[in-house]
C-alpha cells in the first residue's frame, strides 16, 4: 500500500498529503465561485506559492499570480513559499482583481490551515481590497 503505513495498534495510517486532499475536497463541496463572487484558491509547492480567482460556473479564471516568475527568481532565493512571498502575492492578486473589477471573493485554503502562509496570504489580500 503505497503512502499508507501501520501505526502502534495496526491502524492504517494515511499520509498528510492524502488526509489535505480529502479536506480539499470536503472544502470544495461547500464552496463554489459565482461570476458575482468568484472563488479564489491558493496552492503551495515546495518552493513556490500560486493563487487564481476562478468563475466555477463557466470555468474561467480572471486572474491568476504566482511567486514562480522570472523577477523573483533574480532575487537568487532557492524557496519563495514563505509568509514574506506570500504577503506580496496576496497585494498582487488584489491589485490584479481591482483591475478586472472584482471585489468579493470566497477564500478557497485548498485543505491547508489558515495558518502561516496562508493567514499572510489572506491578510495581505484583505489588505489590498478584497472581501472575503
Known amino acids: 500500500?503505497?503512502?499508507?503505513?501501520?501505526?502502534?495498534?495496526?491502524?492504517?495510517i494515511k499520509h498528510?498529503?492524502?488526509?489535505?486532499?480529502r479536506?480539499?475536497?470536503r472544502i470544495r463541496k461547500k464552496i463554489a465561485g459565482t461570476p458575482e463572487r468568484p472563488r479564489l484558491c491558493i496552492y503551495k509547492s515546495l518552493r513556490h506559492l500560486y493563487?487564481?480567482?476562478v468563475d466555477d460556473t463557466a470555468g474561467h479564471t480572471f486572474v491568476?499570480?504566482?511567486t514562480n516568475t522570472k523577477e523573483l527568481k533574480a532575487e537568487g532565493r532557492k524557496t519563495f513559499a514563505n509568509?514574506?512571498?506570500?504577503k506580496r502575492l496576496g497585494k498582487e492578486i488584489a491589485e490584479k482583481a481591482k483591475a478586472v473589477g472584482i471585489t468579493q471573493v470566497v477564500?478557497?485554503?485548498?485543505?491547508?490551515?489558515?495558518h502561516g502562509v496562508v493567514k499572510a496570504f489572506?491578510?495581505?489580500?484583505r489588505e489590498g481590497g478584497l472581501k472575503f
Open 64 to 66: 491568476a499570480a504566482t
Open 23 to 25: 479536506r480539499k475536497i
Open 122 to 125: 489572506a491578510e495581505a489580500a
Open 51 to 53: 493563487a487564481q480567482i
Open 83 to 86: 509568509q514574506e512571498y506570500a
Open 16 to 21: 498528510k498529503y492524502e488526509l489535505r486532499e
Open 107 to 114: 477564500f478557497d485554503r485548498s485543505g491547508y490551515p489558515y
Open 1 to 12: 500500500m503505497c503512502g499508507e503505513g501501520k501505526g502502534e495498534k495496526g491502524m492504517l
